[in-house]
């Protein structure tokens, strides 16, 4: 596999489950990202990890709780949701340099569905 | 915090004609300025970029053009053609790797 993959693509989960959504870069990047994709809305960032450490947290509830045990994988765990968490979850990744922004890559998404 | 407001939220053309879409920031210290194009179940693919030491760059038919007195940046499609049809989302950032996205433009090009 080559780039950003994401499984699982598809996930109906109850509200009182728990599940975890994954994320590989195959790109050596140094920096992973969730975004929440939602019909209407922005995608909004929800957290930032640089080398491994947390450096983002955007408000986020803590029923979503991520992981990343190094720079290629990322987790983000699932507990006890809410109807309207219902949304497209995207993962990316960058490689972070002094010189500034660089090149966001998605992955293709976990479509969540809360019931 | 950064916000960043996208217009049109949808804009119809017609095959051969040009689209403009506009976005404005309001974070005068944001410095880097993409644009991502998704198709339908698709996932978000960078188009064009630009920083904020150029007015304007160009690829092929794609151009974008930023004032940063004005805090605002355009992406502009020339020649639009049937799978120039998707979500165009823009984003801004200041520090690298926190980007704040405009809420997507639905092109459809009518052939």
């Known amino acids: 596999e080559t780039g950003v993959t994401q499984t699982p693509r598809h996930l109906v989960m109850g509200m009182t489950n728990k599940k975890s959504l994954k994320c590989e870069q195959h790109l050596g990047h140094n920096a992973m990202y969730w975004y929440k994709q939602s019909a209407k809305k922005p995608l909004e960032l929800m957290f930032v990890?640089?080398?491994?450490?947390?450096?983002e947290n955007n408000s986020v509830p803590s029923r979503f709780s991520p992981e990343c045990p190094n720079s290629s994988h990322l987790f983000l765990h699932l507990h006890t949701l809410q109807p309207e968490d219902s949304a497209l979850y995207l993962c990316a990744s960058s490689q972070e340099t002094s010189g500034g922004a660089e090149t966001q890559y998605f992955g293709p998404g976990t479509r969540l569905l809360v019931l | 915090g950064e916000n960043v407001e996208q217009h049109p939220s949808t804009l119809s053309v017609q095959e051969g004609d040009s689209a403009v879409i506009k976005c404005t920031y309001s974070?005068?210290?944001?410095?880097?300025f993409p644009w991502y194009k998704q198709e339908l179940g698709k996932r978000p693919q960078l188009i064009i970029d630009?920083?904020?030491?150029?007015g304007e760059k160009k690829d092929q038919r794609i151009a974008v053009t930023l004032n940063k007195t004005a805090k605002h940046f355009s992406l502009h499609i020339t020649e639009t053609q049937p799978e120039d049809s998707a979500v165009y989302f823009c984003a801004a950032s200041r520090d690298g790797n926190k980007l704040v996205f405009g809420a997507g433009t639905i092109l459809r090009v009518k052939s």
């Open positions: 630009i920083r904020s030491n150029v």
């Open positions: 990890y640089n080398f491994k450490e947390q450096t």
């Open positions: 974070d005068s210290a944001s410095n880097y």
